[in-house]
């Protein structure tokens, strides 16, 4: 069969120096021929002269896809002066599909001359559409997706169908438990598949361990020319009975980490495509923006999550509110609590319901936070449900300032703090008028308060004065607060005992002194305070006491060594002698302790002598030593 190289008569010969898109020409026999079209060697696909003018052999490299539609159009009745226009895949020497773009003018029907045609090709075009359409639709399956993996079936797909394989698969890291396992795949109706698939299901690959875990380690592209040897294979006799001959196996990197393994199989022979590998470094990156993309949601979800915790659970009252419209938008449980309105009810509301205060007051403190941003209001009065006012410290903030009015409110019961305002000023009154000496000091030892009485023995200080302890006492005193007291406070919590304050004069005012520590809430010391009380007079009156028991003791000896004496009760018993008086009777004291004087009687005087004696304050009479001899006792009423 003839066959031609030339465009015919002046036709310039292909000269693929000067133009490598464009491969040798082809010529279209007449209807007569049997085949449906020869063409002349074409070297960049990588066929020879002889491969070419084989009979069948073109036809037999085209794409399975695209034989019966050249066949139809080939077929077609041609119109006049018509161009044929084709485009289809051709399986080159080197394993890998060709797009070639075929422009032939068609003879009227019936003529039987072979027309010039020219042949372009057209792969890289083609392929980059393909990538483009891939990108897309990728790009499309992913925002669609709230998460990766719910992502991949439509992934694998996608990628299957444009690198022309039988399956595709995905792995993922399980970084807790240390291996890569399978996750999904799509796969091309086929027989061994299902069993392909079921066999992936149960497995799991430590890192390191097996071509998926190698993979994981290293972190970088594989293309198997030639599967592992089925025995040594964990999926070697599903692969085989699949018809797979070459695989390639990508990780999925985001940060830096691998996350996961795409591995794709094919029953087709095939070399490693450069164009398929952009593909899938491209998905890398589409995947790190979709992590991060998806991050940056779950990071918004929680902190709207996290906004709508605070402001249900803040323990102040929040209520959203348009500065135009005065319209409450929201308010949050503490409001709710705070004012007696539901949820609903004060959705409702407007600021002018809320507000004890003018219409003409709201409008300007409105103008005043739009201007502001941030305005802190200060006290002011809310109306509850009931009708009765709460006082509360307001604060305004705008939560965008350049795209409207909407603000966040913040108020705050302070009615307690009133209160307790209030008993503190009781409290510092007391403080204030009480006589005992009241003062405070840093952790430092630094005096910071004195109260009326300290100030007026001391003298007033300044609020910021900050005096040394040592400097309010003499320094015996000032030696035992420093190595004693505080250190006692800071150890048990207070101090008490005696101790001195240096007036003005500095003459020493002797004290009773309490001092405590105050701690926070870690267990620090914070402060100390101090409560001394003046004992000058009660020292004043301790000398006098004394005096008077020492007088008193040395009016004792003075009678226990110049008389005879004893105390008896009405009923004459003994209650206490001195020691002249045993000497005197003979007797000791405990002898005498608790008897009669009867024990005493000289018999010398009559019973009516001492019926009388009783009636009478003073009275001398005779009375026994234990010796017998008679003595003379004077007996005195006390």
């Known amino acids: 069969m003839a066959m031609s190289s030339h465009f015919g008569s002046g036709a310039t010969p292909f000269d693929p120096a000067t133009n490598p898109t464009v491969l040798p020409p082809w010529v279209l026999p007449g209807s007569g021929e049997s085949c449906p079209f020869y063409t002349s060697p074409i070297p960049r696909l990588g066929f020879s002269s002889e491969e070419v003018e084989r009979f069948g052999f073109w036809e037999s490299r085209l794409h399975p896809e695209d034989r019966d539609r050249i066949r139809t159009a080939l077929g077609s009745e041609p119109q006049p002066s018509e161009v044929l226009t084709l485009e289809y895949r051709i399986l080159a020497a080197d394993g890998t599909w060709r797009w070639l773009r075929d422009r032939t003018p068609r003879p009227g029907s019936g003529e039987g001359l072979r027309l010039p045609g020219c042949i372009t090709d057209i792969s890289e075009e083609r392929e980059a559409l393909a990538r483009l359409e891939l990108y897309h639709r ?9 998460e990766l993996f719910d992502a991949a079936p439509g992934i694998l797909e996608a990628l299957a169908r444009a690198g022309d394989w039988d399956w595709a698969g995905l792995w993922t890291v399980d970084e807790a438990n240390e291996h890569i396992a399978f996750r999904d795949a799509w796969m091309r109706s086929g027989q061994g598949l299902s069993a392909f698939k079921e066999k992936s299901k149960g497995l799991t690959f430590r890192r390191g361990e097996d071509l998926l875990g190698t993979l994981w380690a290293q972190g970088r592209v594989q293309w198997l020319e ?16 699949c018809g797979f001959e070459k695989a390639c196996c990508f990780p999925v990197k985001v940060g830096g980490n691998v996350m996961g393994i795409f591995e794709f199989f094919g029953s087709q022979p095939r070399a490693p495509q450069g164009s398929f590998t952009e593909v899938l470094r491209v998905l890398e990156i589409q995947i790190g923006y979709f992590t991060e993309r998806s991050a ?39 409001l709710q609590s705070l004012l007696g309105y539901t949820a ?70 302070i009615s307690a703090n009133k209160r307790l305002e209030a008993e503190r000023a009781r409290l510092m009154e007391i403080i ?18 004195g109260n009326a009485a300290m100030r007026r023995l001391r003298g007033p200080d300044s609020p910021e004065a900050r005096r040394p302890i040592r400097e309010a006492h003499p320094e015996w005193a000032a030696k035992i607060l420093l190595t004693q007291a505080l250190p006692t406070a800071v150890e048990q919590g207070s101090w008490r005992g005696d101790t001195a304050l240096l007036d003005l004069e500095g ?24 409560i001394a009380r003046d004992i000058r007079e009660q020292k004043r009156v301790e000398a006098n006491l004394w005096s008077i028991l020492k007088n008193l003791h040395d009016l004792q000896y003075a009678v226990e060594e110049s008389l005879e004496y004893s105390v008896t009760d009405r009923e004459g018993k003994i209650l206490e002698v001195n020691r002249r008086f045993c000497e005197l009777s003979g007797y000791s004291r405990e002898e005498l302790l608790g008897k009669n004087h009867r024990i005493l009687k000289s018999e010398i005087h009559p019973e009516a002598f001492f019926q009388e004696m009783w009636h009478t304050t003073s009275v001398r009479l005779i009375s026994l030593a234990i010796t017998g001899n008679p003595v003379v006792v004077h007996i005195q009423e006390t």
């Not at 030639?226 to 009975?241: H, I, K, N, Q, S």
């Not at 008028?433 to 910071?448: K, R």
């Open 296 to 334: 940056n949601v779950e990071s918004l979800r929680r902190s709207e999550a996290q906004f709508r915790a605070l402001f249900d659970q803040a323990p102040e009252g929040v209520f959203l509110v348009d500065l135009d419209s005065k319209a409450v938008l929201e308010g949050n449980c503490a």
């Open 344 to 413: 609903v009810e004060l959705r409702h509301l407007k600021l002018y319901d809320l507000v004890a205060a003018d219409a003409q007051s709201i409008d300007l403190n409105a103008t005043r936070a739009l201007q502001q941003e941030h305005l802190s209001l200060g006290e002011r009065d809310y109306r509850r449900k009931d009708g009765t006012t709460l006082p509360l410290d307001v604060t305004i903030r705008l939560i965008d300032a350049a795209t409207g009015s909407l603000a966040c409110v913040i108020v705050q019961d």
């Open 226 to 241: 030639r599967l592992p040897d089925p025995a040594g294979y964990p999926r070697g006799p599903e692969a085989v009975a």
């Open 138 to 146: 990728i790009t499309s399956i992913l925002e669609g997706a709230t």
């Open 432 to 449: 204030e008028a009480t006589p005992d000496f009241v003062g405070m000091a840093n952790e430092q030892g630094e005096i910071t308060y």
């Open 507 to 530: 003459q020493e005012v002797p004290v009773s002194q309490v001092i405590v520590a105050h701690r926070g809430e870690a267990g620090e010391v914070r402060y100390f305070s101090t």
